[in-house]
């Protein structure tokens, strides 16, 4: 999701404050990064460390979602972490992979970058699938729908676009609204950060996917 906001309450340039963090992520993680560790390393390499601690946050988050409503919370942990895995991909092979997502012919989605890294991660997953068969098609597509959502995403991917808004090192003036209405129900938090994000992007005059309004429409239905 992109959405403006202080993420990980944390000065960036701040290496003693980055390492800490990102210490205690891995102790109160340990026993989730022991089952993921192939995993972990793969999410490591290619994200610095800010990006990392992002990743820690969703994938904690997603787990806690899927613990209150049912769902998977290993998968929920393992689709979290690697939600951004193609975030920081130099922009040629960001394009590469998304060329060869089932959003390649998105004309909305080829227009802004900012869209590229969710497909282009999906792609990604499903490559290192074949050595790494833990990435299977659910996760692969938590990541694909992570930052647009759409009408009727399944629990999994309900967990991980909710989870990118409301994790730990996020911070912005109506997030203590979307954290609630998630606390709630995962529709109510979906259908919250579809409204805040669709606000969010109206009032700085940038592009929102149709699916962005298709799903707003589809989950405010469901809590009717």
């Known amino acids: 999701m992109d959405y403006t906001g202080k993420q990980n309450n944390m000065n ?3 290496a003693k404050n ?14 989730y990064l022991a089952e993921f560790a192939a995993a972990y390393r ?8 800010p990006r990392l601690l992002h990743s820690l946050g969703v994938a904690q988050t997603a787990a806690r979602l899927a613990a209150k409503f049912g ?3 290993p998968k929920a942990y393992l689709a979290g972490l ?3 895995i193609a975030k920081e991909l130099p922009r040629e092979e960001q394009l590469a992979l998304l060329r060869r997502s089932e959003l390649a012919a998105d004309q909305g989605v080829l227009e802004h970058r900012s ?3 969710a497909p282009a991660g999906q792609v990604l997953l499903a490559d290192l699938a074949a050595q790494r068969p833990e990435f299977d098609a659910a996760v692969q597509s938590a990541c694909l729908w992570h930052t647009l959502g ?3 995403m399944t629990p999994l991917e309900e967990a991980v676009f909710v989870a990118d808004l409301i994790e730990p090192g996020r911070d912005f003036p109506d997030l203590a609204g979307i954290r609630s209405a998630a606390a709630a129900s995962l ?8 409204r805040g994000v669709i606000r969010f992007l109206e009032a700085q005059g940038k592009y929102v996917h149709p699916l962005a309004y298709a799903g707003y429409e589809y989950y405010k239905n469901q809590l009717n």
């Open 42 to 49: 793969l999410v490591r390499e290619r994200l610095q460390t």
């Open 150 to 152: 759409r009408p009727a």
């Open 115 to 117: 869209l590229w890294h």
């Open 71 to 73: 769902g998977d919370v």
């Open 187 to 194: 529709a109510g938090g979906v259908a919250a950060c579809m």
């Open 18 to 31: 980055t390492a800490a963090l990102l210490k205690q992520y891995e102790q109160d993680d340990a026993a």
């Open 12 to 14: 960036d340039n701040d």
């Open 82 to 84: 690697c939600h951004d």
